[in-house]
């Protein structure tokens, strides 16, 4: 989940929470800028029966035990997980290309 609170100032880069990471929330903290960046539409999405997600996936595979599908079926919610779970274990997994430019916000 680290990777999600971690930013680099890219356009590609998950966002910045307002408030400072602490020890008595840092796990709820973590869960939500996970859960975040996986619903993100500009970084995550899936078309027809494709998972299409950051390079993050790629680059950290194993902090993702290799299997960036069941990352998503453990942390996405709603409509993301709905689909995943309509999909099934036929879901193919595709890396998006990072935008490194900066972002400005």
Sequence with gaps: RIHFVVNCASQSCPPLISMPYLGETLDAQL???TRNF???KEHN???SDTLYVSSIFKWYGEDFNDDAAA???KYAEGETLAELQRIGPDIRVKYLDYDWSLNIK
């Design 45 to 47: 999405y899936i078309d």
């Design 38 to 40: 996986l619903a993100d």
């Design 31 to 33: 869960d939500s800028s």
């Design 71 to 73: 990352f998503f079926l």
